[in-house]
């Protein structure tokens, strides 16, 4: 696919494009089946920004690091040392990878499949859903790069999330595709998640 090329930069306006993009609330699987050709501007990284991005080699670089792994194995003996490693690798790398955490692979599979579904579900049905508010007023969210505004660049891609806590998520609350999933399954990996990611803002927050 080609990059779009906006020709004047003075003539470009970067927020109306944002906000057609937008309003349409389709996301980049709208553009890819609206048939589009070449890279719309707002996805593409600035010189500025590729200037600066160090290249890759095989060696680690400031930019370049191991993801942090937390084994939840033995989680009840050693759940202060599995929450002393989650509150340095959330407050250093941002996130983490996580082994022997016993949700089965079919669970997730079957979760990958159900989330497919949903973004290959007409514009129309996944509308219902897409929101710029993020969880303020839904639990259950689709949209397009929460930071769209605010980055540089955006990213070439879509979003489903859900809250799953403090109270329990109404499975009615899920899109249809996606309920069939044992519903208690869904809690104990979304929980995981949860308060996963809200240790990562917390340390965020705090540096």
Known sequence: MEIFSAGNSKTYDRLKELKAFEETKAGVKGLIDSGI????????????EIANTAPISGELSSTQ????????????????????????????????????????????????????EFHELPQEMKAEYFTRDGHKTNRVVYRSNF?????????????????????????????????YVDFYDWCVLFCLCWNSSLICYRNHALN
């Open 65 to 116: 690091f191991n993801i942090p792994v937390i084994d939840l194995n033995d989680i009840v003996e050693k759940r202060a040392d599995v929450v002393s490693v989650i509150r340095q690798a959330a407050g250093t790398a941002g996130f983490f990878q996580v082994v022997n955490h016993g949700i089965p692979v079919k669970l997730l599979e079957e979760m990958m499949a159900a989330v497919r």
């Open 37 to 48: 050709t070449k890279i719309p501007k707002i996805f593409v990284m600035p010189p500025e």
């Open 147 to 179: 930071d769209l505004y605010q980055s540089k660049f955006a990213n070439w891609r879509d979003t489903l999330s859900c809250v799953m806590g403090p109270d329990p998520l109404d499975p009615q609350e899920l899109p249809p595709v996606c309920r």
